[in-house]
Structure formats: C-alpha cells, structure tokens
C-alpha cells in the first residue's frame, strides 16, 4: 500500500516532528514525511529533518498570503496529501485552510475546547483543573478548533509548576501524534459533521480519578 506523504510545517524545537519521524521509519507505518516546512530559520526542528535526510525548506513570510502561496507550491511539488502542523506558531491564511480542509491536523497542548490559545498549562495550573493533556484536531479557520481526533490525558499533581506539567503533557503529545497520524493514514477517520468518527476505534476501560482515595 502506497503511505500518505505528509508535510509537517514547524517554527520551533520540533520534537513532535521528531516523534513522527521516528513512527515514519517503520516501514509498516502508513505514512511517511515528504517535507518538512519551517516558519523560522533557526527552528532546531529543521536540524531533526535534515538528520532524518527528509527535504525541509524555509517559508519565512510574515504575510499570511505570500506564506501560503509559497508553502502551498513547496508541498504540491513534493506530493503532499496531508499536512500535520506541529508548534506552527503562524496564523495559516483562511485560503490555505480552506484548501487543505479535512487534510490538516494540528496538536495542542490542552484537552480541547478547553484552554484554546497560547500558555495553555499555566491557564490550567491557575483554573485548578485535575487533569489536563492533549488534542489532535482537523483545523479550521478559528484558533485550536476543529473535529477532535484523538486526546491523551495526564494528572495535574499536587506542587506542579508549569514546567513539569508542560513536559508530561509532551510525552503523551509524541505518543498521541504518531497514532493519529497511522489513523488517518489508514483511512480509518471520518469527519461528520463537527466530529469525527474512527472505524475500529478502542477507547481504554478505565475512568481516571484525581485525587484517588489512596
Ligand atoms: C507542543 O506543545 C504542541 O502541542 C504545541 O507547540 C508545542 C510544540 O513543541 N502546538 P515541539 O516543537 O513539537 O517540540
């Protein structure tokens, strides 16, 4: 079976990427990178790509348009049949959302529609939520919303500051991205309506509590 070719557009550290390359070189894996795109120069992500030999470039443009004409022309040339945005830190041009429509995921560091935007962990420190995680979704034009694909979820524990809940909701993100990536790729999600379906989908058997009574 021919494997999604995917584009993974990055601004920063990229260790999301890096999870993605790492479920890619398992040549049962569905998908594979085809491109990675930068919004900034200096992203340490684009050191991950080129060590993974995987063709990354460049699209500096402040303006969203130019952004999205040159972005779109990048991926099209390298056969690109699905986009992850992965701590893309840009506001994406409605046409460029639009064109990929249903064929864009994003990952956010909160259990969505929950703490939508930016310094989603210390938001959830200073709500008091017990839990807190990460979503996949499809995205749409408005910020961090869109069809839910998938969701992990971590404890928020007693003490935390925003450092550590912030690295334990990253592990769980490089373990959620890579199944929902393999999800997509095997044909397996639908959106209907607002939502998304999955054939064969398992969920856990057991609720979470926090706090537990021991
Ligand atoms: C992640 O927390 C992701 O959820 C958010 O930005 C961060 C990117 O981290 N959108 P990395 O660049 O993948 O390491």
Not at 12 to 36: F, H, K, M
Not at 161 to 184: F, G, M, N, S
Not at 188 to 202: A, L, T
């Amino acid at each position: 079976m021919a494997r999604l070719r995917v584009g993974v557009l990055i601004s920063g550290r990229g260790s999301n990427l890096q999870a993605l390359i790492e479920a890619c070189r398992d040549p049962a894996y569905p998908a594979e990178i085809a491109l990675v795109i930068s919004s900034r120069a200096s992203a340490p992500g684009l050191g991950l790509a080129e060590a993974a030999g995987i063709p990354a470039a460049v699209v500096a443009h402040r303006e969203q348009d130019a952004f999205a004409a040159e972005a779109d022309e990048l991926l099209h040339k390298q056969r690109v049949a699905f986009v992850c945005l992965a701590g893309f830190m840009r506001v994406l041009a409605a046409s460029f959302v639009e064109a990929w429509h249903d064929r864009m995921v994003n990952i956010h560091p909160s259990l969505l529609p929950a703490f939508r935007g930016l310094h989603t962990q210390r938001r959830a420190l200073a709500a008091g939520v017990r839990f807190s995680g990460c979503t996949v979704h499809f995205v749409r034009p408005e910020l961090d919303c869109g069809p839910i694909i998938g969701q992990a979820v971590v404890p928020v524990h007693p003490g935390d500051d925003e450092e550590h809940l912030t690295a334990r909701i990253l592990a769980v993100e490089h373990r959620l991205y890579p199944v929902a990536l393999r999800l997509i790729a095997e044909g397996r999600v639908r959106v209907v309506g607002n939502k998304v379906e999955i054939d064969g989908w398992r969920a856990p058997k057991f609720a979470a509590l926090n706090p537990q009574d021991e």
